[in-house]
């Protein structure tokens, strides 16, 4: 007998599962856990889960769990085991430190497709396994169809999903571009446009920004930069993602007063600015609540936030301080080579429409930040929507929250009906808050909240995370240890494997406590018009009304849940193996990629591995979780990542880079408050 074993990666938010052959054991030891039997090893940084914790087996075509005689235990459901054996069902849900496992039991003879379990799982992790490469086991995950479209940025259904590029395009189908080292004469030989200068920036979002926004201030001229991108601002994505999941322009973002993408010192923060212009506009009270938020956040006041608008205008105005037009070079960014002479040629087409005007850029240093590739969207989800090709544009019933979806809001609005959602995190609670405004203009509307399991806060050491009513509460997505006190030291500090234990430990889906929206869940349970349920979902079909009908399986048995719409709110692909410019670039040069399948960097952020004489490539961003930053997709966690690898180049005495320290930071600094140029 088999048994599929399904947890949530806790850092990309991604169901993962695996099947494994009966008996299991289960513990955070390899080397503790009994031969013979298939072993399932939980990483645990704070010693929650024992050495030898549990073992699953089966008597008699029955399965049971037991517990060990662990030092905290195992919960099946609800109920503690200590030493015990219990008989256990499809459905059931087994609780050992920070991990919930769902159970499915596989019988002999079933048609269930095996899975080997592969030991550089991001869950089930061999912990002999610390950094890997494409050259010996990459285990690619299974590829998004909502995509942004790498050639326009525009966010996209595709109906076949692909990373690989064909040979026969640009520049593949160039025969030296096959090498690991270019010579210069074949690029000239080639007689595409070549241009050469010394930094370039591939991607142009908030990653790019923040990098070209220090070396700026850190002496390098405008005509010694190029940004390759088919955004026109560098927030253009970000922005589009805000409003799909019902954020506009007015409303407040998850982010602190200090993280400021325009000012790399952090002063004055959002906070004292809005105080600043409240206290000119005679708003005095408003102007206290705001300072009153930072001192007493996050106990007595709900943390600050800044207005996305606010975000965005003072990127705009610090974008023209550093002359951001000038560098940017439009265009979509193909493939990346090293070079016999020690630099690094770029591939790009500035216009996608027209596939004939390609060319190549040369650089001595180069910084990746390309952001998330695409939308998650779960296998069920993915299952309904090839089984129901007609849904397209507004007729769709099932959507996931970053992808354009306010029709349902206006249906809802004159018809009513019932919405199932799932995901706890914080699209999850804007669209909830979208829905609550909904329901002022029609009260026939109902909520279904769809999770996998109950959620109790995730455990550190001493500290655990607050629930209410579902939902698990944090400021941020990451402690804010991480941004800059112990944790991150603590991080920095560790190899791969422990680092994976951390951000496991840290890690998890949460949303910012807000008084006035837990208000709101409080008022829907009271009424009625909002209730959470359980299960694992199975499958997805269209019920008789034209609505979805979803099927679950829970510890209580097989459920089935009627509702109008689904919208998913489980996050945003993460993978860089799904973008095609990374997938070529990784795979081509055989990359190590960390426990979590991301980049392995340094810890001033170079992917050393593609070193190239003095030349060097830095990373930032999501593409680098998993590395010696846990917040790497924050914008002071992108400003953090810029400012590391900008010293490594003052360091390495790169052209034009100086040091940000001392008289020189502050003589900056006034430039930056003056509004003039570095």
Same mark, same amino acid.
């Given at each position: 007998m088999q048994i599929k074993?399904?947890?949530?990666?806790?850092?990309?938010?991604?169901?993962?599962?695996?099947?494994?052959?009966?008996? #299991?054991?289960?513990?955070r030891d390899i080397s503790q856990l009994p031969q013979g039997m298939s072993p399932v090893v939980l990483l645990d940084s704070s010693k929650q889960v024992s050495r030898f914790h549990a073992e699953i087996t089966s008597d008699n075509n029955q399965v049971y769990l037991q517990d060990k005689k662990s030092a905290n235990g195992t919960k099946l459901n609800d109920e503690k085991l200590r030493g015990e054996r219990r008989p256990l069902n499809n459905g059931d849900r087994v609780t050992i430190g920070n991990y919930t496992i769902t159970v499915l039991l596989i019988p002999d003879g079933s048609t269930e497709p095996t899975v080997v379990a592969e030991s550089t799982s991001t869950i089930f992790l061999n912990p002999q396994s610390e950094v890997t490469t494409t050259s010996t086991s990459i285990v690619e995950s299974s590829q998004s169809s909502i995509i942004f479209n790498p050639n326009t940025g525009?966010?996209?259904?595709?109906?076949?999903?692909?990373?690989?590029?064909?040979?026969?395009?640009?520049?593949?189908?160039?025969?030296?571009?096959?090498?690991?080292?270019?010579?210069?004469?074949?690029?000239?030989?080639?007689?595409?446009?070549?241009? =050469?200068t010394e930094y370039v920036a591939c991607g142009g979002g908030m990653g790019s920004f923040a990098w070209v926004d220090m070396l700026r201030i850190a002496g390098v001229r405008t005509e010694n930069i190029q940004v390759l991108s088919i955004q026109n601002k560098p927030y253009e994505r970000y922005e589009t993602l805000l409003r799909n999941c019902q954020i506009p322009e007015y409303k407040r973002i998850r982010s602190g007063s200090d993280s400021c993408p325009d000012n790399i010192w952090g002063w004055p923060g959002y906070a004292l600015r809005d105080a600043w212009r409240a206290l000119f506009s005679g708003q005095v009270g408003a102007?206290?609540?705001?300072?009153?938020?930072?001192?007493? =956040?996050p106990i007595h006041a709900d943390t600050y936030t800044p207005r996305a608008k606010d975000v965005f205008e003072s990127m705009d105005r610090e974008a023209q301080r550093i002359g951001w037009k000038k560098m940017l070079e439009p265009g979509s960014i193909l493939s990346l080579r090293q070079t016999e002479d020690g630099r690094y040629c770029i591939a790009y087409c500035p216009?996608?429409?027209?596939?004939?005007?390609?060319?190549? #850029?040369?650089?001595?240093? #180069?910084?990746?930040?390309?952001?998330?590739?695409?939308?998650?969207?779960?296998?069920?989800?993915?299952?309904?929507?090839?089984?129901?090709?007609?849904?397209?544009?507004?007729?769709?019933?099932?959507?996931?929250?970053?992808?354009?979806?306010?029709?349902?809001?206006?249906?809802? =609005?004159?018809?009513?009906?019932?919405? #199932?959602?799932?995901?706890?995190?914080i699209v999850a609670s804007q669209v909830l808050d979208r829905l609550y405004k909904a329901r002022q203009v029609n009260a026939n509307i109902k909520v279904i909240h769809l999770n996998r399991e109950p959620r109790k806060g995730n455990e550190f050491d001493r500290a655990q995370r607050y629930v209410e009513n579902d939902w698990e509460f944090q400021p941020y997505n990451w402690p804010k240890g991480t941004w800059g006190g112990d944790l991150r030291r603590m991080l920095e500090a560790a190899d791969p494997l422990r680092r994976r234990e951390l951000l496991q430990d840290w890690g998890g889906t949460t949303t910012a406590s807000r008084k006035q929206w837990r208000q709101i869940i409080k008022e829907g349970k009271k009424q009625g018009w909002y209730t959470i349920t359980y299960g694992l979902v199975t499958q997805l079909e269209r019920n008789p009304r034209g609505g979805v009908m979803t099927h679950l399986v829970s510890s209580e048995g097989l459920k089935e849940v009627s509702a109008d719409f689904v919208i998913d709110c489980t996050g945003l692909v993460s993978d860089p193996l799904q973008s095609p410019f990374l997938h070529d670039l990784i795979t081509h040069y055989e990359l190590e990629l960390n426990p979590q399948k991301r980049f392995h960097v340094e810890n001033n952020f170079e992917i050393k591995k593609l070193r190239n004489q003095s030349s060097r490539i830095y990373a930032a961003g999501i593409i680098t979780l998993g590395g010696p930053y846990a917040p790497v997709d924050t914008f002071l966690g992108l400003q953090y990542c810029a400012h590391r690898s900008v010293e490594a180049l003052a360091a390495a005495k790169a052209p034009g880079v100086r040091y940000i320290e001392g008289i020189y930071s502050l003589w900056q600094w006034l430039k930056w408050a003056l509004n003039n140029k570095p």
């Amino acid at each position: 007998m088999q048994i599929k074993l399904i947890s949530q990666n806790q850092l990309t938010e991604e169901q993962e599962e695996q099947i494994f052959t009966l008996p #299991v054991a289960i513990g955070r030891d390899i080397s503790q856990l009994p031969q013979g039997m298939s072993p399932v090893v939980l990483l645990d940084s704070s010693k929650q889960v024992s050495r030898f914790h549990a073992e699953i087996t089966s008597d008699n075509n029955q399965v049971y769990l037991q517990d060990k005689k662990s030092a905290n235990g195992t919960k099946l459901n609800d109920e503690k085991l200590r030493g015990e054996r219990r008989p256990l069902n499809n459905g059931d849900r087994v609780t050992i430190g920070n991990y919930t496992i769902t159970v499915l039991l596989i019988p002999d003879g079933s048609t269930e497709p095996t899975v080997v379990a592969e030991s550089t799982s991001t869950i089930f992790l061999n912990p002999q396994s610390e950094v890997t490469t494409t050259s010996t086991s990459i285990v690619e995950s299974s590829q998004s169809s909502i995509i942004f479209n790498p050639n326009t940025g525009i966010l996209e259904q595709q109906l076949t999903p692909t990373t690989s590029t064909p040979s026969s395009e640009f520049p593949h189908n160039l025969d030296f571009w096959h090498g690991k080292r270019i010579s210069l004469e074949a690029i000239d030989r080639s007689r595409f446009t070549v241009r =050469e200068t010394e930094y370039v920036a591939c991607g142009g979002g908030m990653g790019s920004f923040a990098w070209v926004d220090m070396l700026r201030i850190a002496g390098v001229r405008t005509e010694n930069i190029q940004v390759l991108s088919i955004q026109n601002k560098p927030y253009e994505r970000y922005e589009t993602l805000l409003r799909n999941c019902q954020i506009p322009e007015y409303k407040r973002i998850r982010s602190g007063s200090d993280s400021c993408p325009d000012n790399i010192w952090g002063w004055p923060g959002y906070a004292l600015r809005d105080a600043w212009r409240a206290l000119f506009s005679g708003q005095v009270g408003a102007a206290l609540g705001f300072l009153w938020q930072v001192f007493a =956040e996050p106990i007595h006041a709900d943390t600050y936030t800044p207005r996305a608008k606010d975000v965005f205008e003072s990127m705009d105005r610090e974008a023209q301080r550093i002359g951001w037009k000038k560098m940017l070079e439009p265009g979509s960014i193909l493939s990346l080579r090293q070079t016999e002479d020690g630099r690094y040629c770029i591939a790009y087409c500035p216009d996608p429409q027209n596939n004939r005007d390609t060319r190549f #850029v040369i650089a001595q240093y #180069v910084h990746l930040c390309t952001g998330y590739p695409g939308i998650k969207l779960l296998p069920d989800l993915e299952k309904y929507r090839q089984d129901y090709p007609e849904e397209i544009g507004d007729a769709r019933t099932v959507v996931q929250g970053y992808e354009p979806h306010d029709h349902i809001y206006e249906k809802l =609005e004159k018809q009513g009906g019932t919405i #199932v959602l799932r995901g706890s995190g914080i699209v999850a609670s804007q669209v909830l808050d979208r829905l609550y405004k909904a329901r002022q203009v029609n009260a026939n509307i109902k909520v279904i909240h769809l999770n996998r399991e109950p959620r109790k806060g995730n455990e550190f050491d001493r500290a655990q995370r607050y629930v209410e009513n579902d939902w698990e509460f944090q400021p941020y997505n990451w402690p804010k240890g991480t941004w800059g006190g112990d944790l991150r030291r603590m991080l920095e500090a560790a190899d791969p494997l422990r680092r994976r234990e951390l951000l496991q430990d840290w890690g998890g889906t949460t949303t910012a406590s807000r008084k006035q929206w837990r208000q709101i869940i409080k008022e829907g349970k009271k009424q009625g018009w909002y209730t959470i349920t359980y299960g694992l979902v199975t499958q997805l079909e269209r019920n008789p009304r034209g609505g979805v009908m979803t099927h679950l399986v829970s510890s209580e048995g097989l459920k089935e849940v009627s509702a109008d719409f689904v919208i998913d709110c489980t996050g945003l692909v993460s993978d860089p193996l799904q973008s095609p410019f990374l997938h070529d670039l990784i795979t081509h040069y055989e990359l190590e990629l960390n426990p979590q399948k991301r980049f392995h960097v340094e810890n001033n952020f170079e992917i050393k591995k593609l070193r190239n004489q003095s030349s060097r490539i830095y990373a930032a961003g999501i593409i680098t979780l998993g590395g010696p930053y846990a917040p790497v997709d924050t914008f002071l966690g992108l400003q953090y990542c810029a400012h590391r690898s900008v010293e490594a180049l003052a360091a390495a005495k790169a052209p034009g880079v100086r040091y940000i320290e001392g008289i020189y930071s502050l003589w900056q600094w006034l430039k930056w408050a003056l509004n003039n140029k570095p």
